[in-house]
């Protein structure tokens, strides 16, 4: 960790101060405090975030290859693809971008579109891997950037699979009140606490436009030169990318917290994170991973709800073909927001029981 990356750390107490008065997301009614919704961060955003669509800029010339030409007639709402496409008057290049990019805001792709490129930007296998675990129950996929040296690689994945399997035992959802309208569950699969690992080289070009979706759509030099994790959770969104050194399982404690906590901030732009291009139909999907649940559920003759016994956390390494350039993706801003909202949760549960106490009898 860098000396910079120290002193920000030291801080964090003085900068939560600042930040609490202009992030908190707590909505006071009369003289009381409004319940807080009881899904976990990640269920509730797996059930009610809609993917945020990235922009994909073709060119005139581009747009008459045979193969992209065969995607923009074939692409509708309906395509299973958090994307809108928009072709450029001009023969300038062709781009993807962020949604909701702000200044200093990089591409995730510039350069020639063919089929090669398309195929490359759509989908990858990391990307179906981490949908298709999602899906299956996972509360969140961690994700590990590999530098290439294999000693910090190992200790990385290491240090993550282990504290993985000890969140796993030890963390509880919060109790949901099936009263409650705000704390209904959508469709999906079974609430759980479970983790899970995915391994990338940093040179992986199937994984080119994935690792800078991952890095974010500012960019860092702190995670150019790796190895650096990142978390995806809901409907493919990245809470953040943090360099591995200096990240240990407070850090690990703090992210897997925030995720399982209780959703205080129902509204997306206001949480932490950014949004990843996944091909996933979501609420067929969803749908789907519903009945399987049901189904199962029955054939166990217990309850569709009741967790089921920890696993060690599931590791799939994707190896590369070749190499290519690193990514970089901001980190203190991230880890400083992620405290706020554990302060914020908390906050919520005092203010509840202190005026649940002193309400008038």
């Not at 005139?60 to 994307?83: C, H, I, M, W, Y």
């Not at 994700?143 to 000693?151: A, K, P, Q, T, Y």
């Amino acid at each position: 960790m860098s000396s910079s990356q120290k002193a920000s750390s030291k801080n964090w107490p003085t900068k939560l101060r600042k930040w609490a008065g202009r992030t908190l997301c707590v909505i006071l009614v009369g003289n009381g405090i409004a319940d807080a919704c009881s899904i976990p961060v990640f269920r509730y955003a797996l059930d009610r975030w809609p993917a945020d669509r990235f922009t994909l800029e073709v060119s005139p010339n581009d747009a008459r290859g045979e193969q992209v030409a065969k995607f923009l007639r074939n692409f509708t709402d309906s395509t299973p693809l958090n994307l809108t496409s928009v072709r450029l008057k001009t023969d300038a290049n062709s781009r993807l971008i962020f949604s909701h990019p702000e200044p200093g805001s990089v591409d995730v792709w510039t350069g020639t579109l063919d089929a090669t490129a398309l195929a490359q930007i759509i989908d990858s296998p990391a990307r179906a891997e981490v949908v298709r675990r999602t899906l299956a129950g996972n509360s969140a996929v961690w994700v590990l950037v590999e530098s290439g040296r294999h000693d910090e690689d190992h200790r990385a994945a290491a240090t993550i699979e282990k504290r993985l399997r000890y969140l796993e035992q030890a963390s509880a959802l919060p109790p949901i009140d099936p009263n409650d309208p705000t704390s209904k569950l959508g469709p999906g699969p079974k609430l759980d606490v479970k983790f899970s690992l995915v391994r990338i080289r940093h040179d992986d070009p199937a994984e080119r436009a994935f690792l800078k979706m991952l890095a974010g759509p500012k960019g860092d030099a702190a995670l150019q030169n790796g190895p650096w994790y990142s978390v995806v959770f809901g409907r493919g969104r990245a809470l953040g990318a943090w360099p591995t050194e200096g990240f240990g399982d407070e850090q690990i404690d703090e992210v897997c917290g925030f995720l399982l906590g209780a959703c205080s901030c129902e509204v997306k732009r206001m949480n932490p994170g950014w949004d990843l291009l996944l091909t996933a139909d979501w609420d067929a999907e969803l749908a789907t991973a519903e009945q399987a649940r049901i189904a199962a559920a029955d054939t166990a003759g217990e309850a569709p709800q009741t967790p089921a016994p920890s696993v060690v956390p599931e590791t799939v390494t994707f190896k590369p073909r070749a190499a290519a350039p690193a990514p970089r993706e901001p980190i203190d801003q991230q880890r400083l927001t992620l405290r706020l909202l554990a302060a914020s949760f908390g906050f919520v549960a005092l203010a509840t029981m202190l005026g649940k106490f002193f309400a008038p009898r």
